[in-house]
């Protein structure tokens, strides 16, 4: 639950985003917030996440105050507390005294805390293939169309995107499947390429040749 209302103001763009993680709509008061959520979103590790979801006291020149911050997110292995802000606005000496102060706090109650900047969530075109794959992350995945999936590789390394859609075409089923597969971690991409027909594919824990050296 929120602990603090969100609202424009006035001022900001607000708006809503479709988590399927935590199965419900998320709110993000930035467009770099709901940019975060993305990725959030695709994160393997990534179990859960709030918005708004607490408020930590600290002082600042002996004066008690209260911050809440973006987000809590709920890892495999740990707990974060992130604040998503614009470089510029980050590096200010207001949020540099901020930070400072909450992040003890925020260790001593076993989270790390994570300033999150444009410069880690734009990266391209990484975010806009997350976004590319995240439309497809509903459609159904079904063991016949991971067996399906294997009989097309029939031992091959990698594939072309466009060749797998083809192999799914050919019998009835839309390549929103196979971009689904994707989302799942089922198929694997490279998302620092844009993602298209042409891209190399293979099936994830199976790292083709040609990218072994650079993992």
């Not at 479709?18 to 993000?28: A, D, E, Y």
């Not at 770099?32 to 994160?43: G, M, T, V, W």
């Not at 002082?59 to 740990?78: K, S």
Request: hydrophobic share 35%; glycine share 6%; aromatic share 10%.
């Amino acid at each position: 639950m929120r602990v603090r209302r969100i609202t424009n103001g006035g001022r900001k763009v607000i708006g809503k985003f479709p988590s399927i993680k935590n199965g419900k709509m998320v709110w993000w008061e930035s467009q770099l917030e709901r940019d975060y959520f993305y990725l959030l979103e695709i994160d393997p590790d990534v179990i859960s996440y709030q918005e708004q979801p607490l408020k930590i006291r600290y002082y600042l020149d002996g004066e008690p105050h209260r911050y809440t911050p973006d987000i809590r997110v709920i890892r495999l292995n740990g707990k974060e507390i992130v604040e998503v802000k614009l470089k510029e606005v980050a590096e200010k000496e207001e949020y540099v005294q901020l930070f400072k102060r909450v992040d003890p706090i925020c260790r001593a109650k076993g989270y790390e805390f994570v300033v999150a900047t444009e410069e880690t969530i734009r990266i391209q075109p990484r975010l806009d293939n997350i976004k590319l794959i995240y439309k497809y992350a509903k459609a159904t995945v079904t063991s016949e169309h991971q067996i399906l999936l294997y009989s097309i590789f029939s031992g091959q390394e990698s594939l072309s995107l466009g060749e797998i859609i083809n192999g799914f075409n050919a019998r009835q089923i839309s390549q929103n499947v196979v971009y689904a597969l994707i989302y799942h971690g089922i198929l694997s991409v490279d998302f620092t390429q844009p993602i298209g027909k042409t891209s190399a594919a293979w099936l994830s824990g199976s790292l083709p040749a040609n990218r072994r050296k650079s993992a």
